[in-house]
């Protein structure tokens, strides 16, 4: 495919248009999502915003969340964005007073405050202790964990150094002792493999490696944890609603249907689906080995320019997000040389205040379009 620019075009409209190495920021959504929404958009003026063919649709996009995640179509709510999922999980939870959450201070904000905002329910959010690019062991959770540790919430991988937790270790760990994930997996879902059997909760937003649009988004809550996890938000959809009558008794919904409380973003939907789909076909383990070999290309070749990598760097790297650190002339010649060489990155801060540049290739991207944009790196500085 990428051999053929006619069809990478087709494919990955933004290819038209320069250089785009910035999906860890807000990508842009495929050639099939940009297809489905203007389906859907004419359908909509047509007076059929909802019909069977888009309801068959909704179910669609469970059963390929859920093949991606391996789950069950039923345990995936199509919910965007992604801190909608950490909150509802946040304020759902059936916590008493005197519990204990454990969460990152340095994550991104959206994994950070609906936990420290559960100290005023007196749940105690303790803070998990790590320095700036560090990664996240089990020896890293152990030292905070106790009796009264009720759930962690992690990103599966860090949206500054890329790095992954080893969740394959500490999903078992805290399984052993009682203790319910969560996981933000903007990340990860759509580029990257991750065990995601041992996420109790899960939320992810569409609008960076799924290449779909920002608003819509997947939230997963196993069947395990149904019970553990009432729906904070209530309306028509999820709760038993017979001829949109309100009813004396609440009964929710099944299945994902529990925590979707009314309509649902379905032209957000229609794209996520299309995307996803798409990854699908080009199939995950090849998407996953090509976005890591060019995300290995630049942090071997900005390493060669004199350019220093954000995080613990391991021989064997499965990170596909690289920030470099910020040369002692700072950026701004080069942001100035990327611009004019049409090549899209994200810059970012780090808590230390350092400004990172942040370089996330995906399916769509060349390794002659990673060597260009290590040539013009090495020209700017």
Known sequence: MLDQPEERARLFPVTRDGIFLAHAAVAPISGPAQMAMDRWSAEAAAGRQESDAVWRGVRQTREVAAKILGCSWDEVS????????????????????????????????????PWVDLNRRGVRSVALPRKPGEEIRWETLRRVITGKTRLVSLATAHYLSGQQPELA????????????????????????????????FLAADAHKWMLGPVGAGVFMVRRRAWEQLLPPLLGSWNVVSPDF????????????????????????????????????ELGPDEVSAHALALASRVREGAGERGFAIYGEQKKKENRVITSLREPSGGWDKTKRRMEEEGIRLSWRKEHGGEMLLRVSPHASNTTGEIDHFLEVLGRAD
């Open 245 to 280: 009558l309100a009813q004396p008794k609440i009964v929710m919904e099944e299945g994902g249907r529990r925590y979707e409380p009314g309509s649902l973003n379905l032209p957000g939907i229609e794209g996520m689906r299309a995307s996803l789909e798409l990854l699908q």
């Open 78 to 113: 199509l919910l965007g964005p992604t801190a909608l999922g950490l909150g509802l999980v946040a304020q759902g939870f059936g916590w008493k007073e005197g519990d204990e959450v454990v969460y990152d201070p340095l994550d991104y904000p959206a994994n950070v405050y």
């Open 169 to 200: 270790v500490i999903g078992p760990e805290l399984k052993a002792r009682g203790i319910f994930l969560c996981l933000d997996a903007i990340q990860t879902l759509g580029v990257l493999p991750t065990a995601w059997q041992e996420a109790d």
